[in-house]
């Protein structure tokens, strides 16, 4: 059995078989999509403070949130307390004794989400570490995962 399409000849089986590979190529495509997890933008914010790029850390964080109360300390705004605070953390890592990298293999990774909240805890897996977690609470913000609060439990 032949079907003519146009002028060609074309033998029933092979027609068959190439819808079927069609068929199959559009249902397997790779389907790359953009994850913005609380987590991956904790990696983000620690990221951009790490490298000082103040500007797109800002994504990340609501600075007066979570700064403003070490803010009034020290009588400043949050957002030069915390520029201050992570500069001054980024000279420390100059030195072999400090880091300012989280080595996130060192942590057992919890993530948490509600809704339009979450809270993403990187839990110590080492007992003799100084800070036995860090708990970064979020807010879904324009469909972007945006830090309103960090602790760190000694």
């Given at each position: 059995m032949e079907n003519k399409i146009g002028q060609i000849k074309i033998p029933a089986?092979?027609?068959?078989?190439?819808?079927?590979i069609c068929i199959m190529n559009t249902g397997c495509k790779n389907k790359n999509e953009i994850i913005n997890s609380p987590l991956s933008s904790v990696i983000k914010l620690e990221t951009a403070e790490e490298l000082g790029e103040f500007e797109v850390a800002k994504k990340f964080i609501n600075i007066d949130r979570v700064y403003s109360s070490f803010a009034k300390e020290k009588l400043t705004t949050p957002?030069?307390?915390?520029?201050?605070?992570?500069?001054?953390?980024?000279a420390l890592a100059e030195d072999p004794k400090?880091?300012?990298k989280i080595k996130y293999y060192d942590y057992d990774i919890i993530e948490i989400?509600?809704?339009k909240s979450a809270c993403v805890i990187l839990k110590g897996k080492q007992k003799n570490i100084h800070i036995k977690e860090i708990i970064y609470s979020l807010e879904k913000i324009k469909n972007n995962w945006v830090v309103q609060k960090i602790e760190y439990k000694h």
């Open positions: 089986r092979v027609l068959i078989s190439f819808l079927i957002e030069n307390y915390w520029r201050e605070y992570i500069n001054g953390i980024n400090f880091t300012n989400v509600k809704g």
